[in-house]
């Protein structure tokens, strides 16, 4: 009988330890509610990148309700300190993460590896693995229809670009908004001063002042903060915001603004993750799919450029007409795309060159 009881002691230790060990993993029951994490680069504040990837975090909290629990880490750097975030979130039980910016791709593939059972998608970069999607909107669609409302608007003929590093997502948006200036006003030129950051609002309104003083009067920019607008603002200057609508920031400046739409996609990725279909795949949607939206046009916009934004929008959306659609050619004269075609997606995903109308060159 003593015997026994030891080997029935033994098995209930055995269990509690069993349980405490899961606990310690971060496993969940299986009527625990989906642990989704998210990784932000920057501040949520009330505008910019970070902010419409929070609105979509609360989309999907609205749409699943108690059958998910959400959790973020904001203004994380990219590198060493994005890989610890990364590893955190999934230590603690997140069995699906998103993480958010360029400089997160390697950090999460890393991690990845150590979690096979985690589902990881990550945000504007090209790697994937077995457990790690990778979803971008075409960006560049919105780009061209903001030079098009900046091709009408500026008087100077020349505008001016806040940009934060030179990688193909950020080329092919300067190039893109050149080519939508330029269709509707063949004398537009577009001066780009980098910033080397996602978000530094101090480097932001700099570069904005740089550009005023250079002649643009109208600005764009592929940074986070509003400093751009602000500047725009208190210098009596046209601006286009990006990421989401900004117009608060800078009434009398904003003219619209090119912004992403990520609740549809989350939304579809928790469902998968619930019902146990998630699949490592791309998604790379535009203005067709609803990923990309344009922000109501400010009451400076006269009637036949919003008509003219209207029907370009219908268009795009439609496949009638691409931003790089041949003849395209670079800022030297060398021919990217031949009249007649369209470029591809490894050509949008690989661009390292500006076209006609952007100044300068990339940096080395």
């Known amino acids: 009988m003593k015997q026994l ?17 899961m606990a310690g993993l971060g496993l969940a029951r299986a009527d625990d509610p989906l642990k989704v994490g998210f990784v932000y680069v920057s501040p949520i504040g009330d505008a910019g990148w970070t902010y419409q990837h929070d609105l979509a975090r609360k989309a999907i909290e609205a749409e699943f309700g108690d059958k998910i629990k959400t959790s973020f880490v904001e203004s994380v750097p990219e590198g060493a300190d994005a890989e610890r975030v990364i590893r955190q979130l999934a230590a603690d039980g997140n069995k699906l993460i ?35 999607s990778t979803y971008l909107a075409r960006f560049y669609e ?24 030179p990688i193909p997502e950020v080329v092919r948006g300067i190039n893109a908004f050149a080519r939508g200036l330029r269709s509707v006003n063949p004398d537009g030129q577009v001066r780009v001063v980098w910033v080397s950051s996602w978000y530094d609002p101090g480097k932001e309104r700099e570069a904005a002042e740089t550009l005023i003083a250079q002649g643009a009067d109208v600005l764009m920019q592929h940074t986070d903060s509003t400093a751009v607008v602000q500047a725009a603002q208190d210098r009596s200057v046209y601006a286009i915001g990006y990421h989401s609508d900004m117009a608060k920031y800078g009434p009398k400046a904003h003219l619209t603004a090119s912004t992403h739409v990520w609740n549809k996609f989350y939304i ?30 400010g009451d400076m ?64």
């Open 5 to 21: 009881n030891r080997w029935r002691r033994l098995v209930v230790s055995l269990a509690v330890i069993a349980v405490v060990g």
């Open 98 to 132: 998103f993480t958010t910016s360029f400089g997160y791709m390697n950090p999460t593939l890393k991690v990845a590896k150590q979690f096979p059972n985690v589902t990881f998608a990550h945000s504007s970069g090209y790697k994937r693995s077995k457990n790690v």
């Open 142 to 165: 919105g780009r061209y229809l903001a030079g098009i409302i900046a091709g009408k608007m500026t008087k100077s003929n020349t505008v001016g670009y806040v940009a934060a590093f």
């Open 268 to 297: 579809e990725k928790v469902k998968a993750v619930l019902a146990g279909t998630a699949v490592s795949d791309d998604t790379w949607g535009g203005i067709g799919a609803g990923m990309v939206e344009m922000s109501p046009l």
């Open 301 to 364: 916009v006269p009637e036949d450029v919003r008509k003219l934004v209207e029907a370009a929008k219908a268009d795009i959306a439609s496949g009638k007409l691409h931003p790089f659609a041949g003849p395209v050619l670079d800022n030297t004269g060398q021919t990217k795309v031949p009249a007649g075609e369209n470029i591809s997606d490894k050509g949008l995903l690989t661009m390292q060159y500006f076209v006609e109308g952007v100044q300068g060159e990339l940096p080395k």
